[in-house]
Nanobody, 123 residues
């Protein structure tokens, strides 16, 4: 079992930057992919970014490359998602997820999920 706890959400102004964190515990993350997803109001959960823990290969949703960065802190078993130049459409609940194996953009491929952290962008 992998436990995931997100933090860092809140109310921010459009144009600002925000870093979300996901602390993982329960198992070594070698061989896992950590991903970020978000659910905007009234929309389906969508893929944002993912990082393969071993090696650090990153992938991003096409619409989010450029303003989003994903990184990991091996010592703290934590993955971060940085969002720059926040827009109102970035508002939503951001979820951290983990899967054993290589990266995937599919929600159903991820076995473990955090509770999510709310990000609200005001314009």
């Amino acid at each position: 079992q992998v436990q995931l706890v997100e933090s860092g959400g809140g109310l921010v102004q459009a144009g600002e930057s925000l870093t979300l964190s996901c602390a993982a515990s329960g198992r070594t993350l070698s061989g896992y992919t950590l991903g970020w997803f978000r659910r905007a109001p009234g929309k389906e959960r969508e893929f944002v970014a993912a990082i393969i823990w071993s090696g650090g290969t990153r992938s991003f949703a096409d619409s989010m490359a450029g303003r989003f960065s994903i990184s990991r802190d091996n010592a703290k078993n934590t993955v971060h998602l940085q969002i720059r130049s926040l827009k109102s459409e970035d508002t939503g609940v951001y979820y951290c997820a983990a899967r054993e194996g290589f990266g995937s953009r599919k929600t159903n491929d991820y076995e473990y999920w955090g509770q999510g952290t709310q990000v609200t962008v005001s314009s």
